[in-house]
């Protein structure tokens, strides 16, 4: 160590003996020399200023002159930290601001969200010494803070869309281990105001599919690969608004509406949508999302359909039936008409759908796209009690 800092070798003879003479007790070890401090030194406060001692006597002017290679090498961004990075400025990009939220919540946070008594975010771990009282517990969920937060902003006044992000960590206290578990996740908070595209455009509110194309967007611009279905919606959620973002068999997370109820109990008086994501989900689906492929050289196929749907089957149901059935030729699954009403049996609701189908093998025949077509037909038939629209309807 002492070579390696001043450039030349000091025996150890002589560091005990350059020691001895300073006064400070110093004897060999297996490892080297071990040194104790003098209660009269009160400047050896570390091992380079022993080391220090020992050059000034050793003389200065006996040692190299030469420069040493530096003892610190520059630091590098793990891949982790780099996607956090790039998914703070993506979501920023977005319109969303950052908000920095405390690692604290209310005692009785659990209930004010309504959540079941299963739930892991029931599993809290208590502060010996909280900051703020009646916050004395590590928060299991940003929920409550986030609703608040756009309760905050719009009784100071802000009329426009609030758009709010946090990444931060939550506590969930496990019962087997001394440490809790630690996730980070990202939340997203909608509310107010919709953006109009044009001067002409209707106000209204921000609603879930709004919520839904920023999630998709921000997916898209980070090369995370994801499909969407119906979720359960459990308390804090408002019934029928909960969507789930999946990566393979992996929850990414969902977004909802906060139920009626949990924003009287929170006191929040606008309708908030919020997201809630596993960062470590993200990042681990990241890493499969950024694959390119070559354009195939053959054109399209294109079909247009005009299903007959029971209104409760969700577009997401819909396409995850076709990406199943159809693989890896879909290009593209579009809904390009909604309607309602007319010759259509009530509660019953036709859709306009596209499909855009491409091999990179060679050009489709329409033989092979009819039995395709009729494959996922009668999947659609047995799985959602989806059929083609005809002229009886």
Request: aromatic fraction near 6%; hydrophobic fraction near 40%; glycine fraction near 8%.
């Amino acid at each position: 160590r002492v070579q390696r800092l001043v450039g030349t070798e000091i025996g150890q003879d002589e560091i005990l003996s350059i020691l001895k003479g300073l006064q400070i007790p110093a004897h060999l070890t297996d490892d080297g020399v071990e040194v104790r401090s003098p209660s009269f030194r009160h400047d050896l406060l570390v091992e380079v200023d022993v080391i220090e001692e020992i050059a000034r006597l050793h003389g200065f002017d006996r040692l190299p002159e030469q420069a040493r290679p530096p003892m610190v090498t520059p630091g590098r961004r793990t891949a982790a930290e780099r996607f956090m990075r790039e998914l703070r400025v993506a979501t920023a990009h977005r319109g969303f601001h950052e908000i920095l939220g405390s690692s604290f919540m209310a005692d009785n946070e659990p209930d004010t969200l309504g959540l079941p008594p299963k739930d892991a975010r029931r599993q809290t771990l208590a502060v010996l010494n909280p900051v703020v009282q009646g916050e004395g517990t590590l928060k299991t969920s940003a929920i409550g803070e986030m609703a608040r937060t756009v309760e905050r902003n719009r009784r100071r006044g802000l009329t426009g869309p609030i758009r709010l992000f946090q990444i931060s960590r939550c506590f969930i206290s496990q019962p087997d281990t001394a440490l809790p578990d630690e996730p980070l996740q990202l939340m997203l908070a909608f509310s107010g105001p919709c953006d109009g595209l044009h001067f002409d455009a209707p106000e209204r509110e921000l609603d879930l599919y709004d919520a839904i194309g920023e999630v998709e967007g921000l997916f898209e611009q980070l090369h995370i690969p994801f499909t969407r279905r119906q979720g359960q919606a459990t308390a804090p959620w408002r019934e029928g608004s909960v969507v789930e973002f999946m990566s393979g068999d992996q929850l990414l997370g969902r977004v909802g509406e906060l139920a009626p109820a949990v924003r009287r109990a929170l006191d929040v008086q606008p309708a908030v949508l919020l997201g809630e994501f596993d960062f470590a989900a993200l990042f681990a689906a990241r890493g499969t999302g950024q694959q390119w492929a070559a354009f195939s050289a053959f054109p399209p196929v294109r079909r247009d359909l005009s299903l007959v749907a029971p209104q409760g089957v969700s577009w997401a149901a819909v396409q995850e039936r076709v990406a199943e059935v159809v693989g890896d030729i879909l290009e593209s699954c579009e809904l390009f008409d909604v309607f309602e009403g007319g010759d259509l049996t009530a509660g019953s609701v036709a859709l306009g759908v596209r499909l855009s189908l491409r091999s990179t093998k060679g050009t489709l025949k329409d033989a092979r796209v009819d039995r395709l077509v009729a494959k996922l037909l009668d999947d659609l038939q047995s799985t959602h009690a989806i059929r083609l629209r005809t002229g009886a309807a």
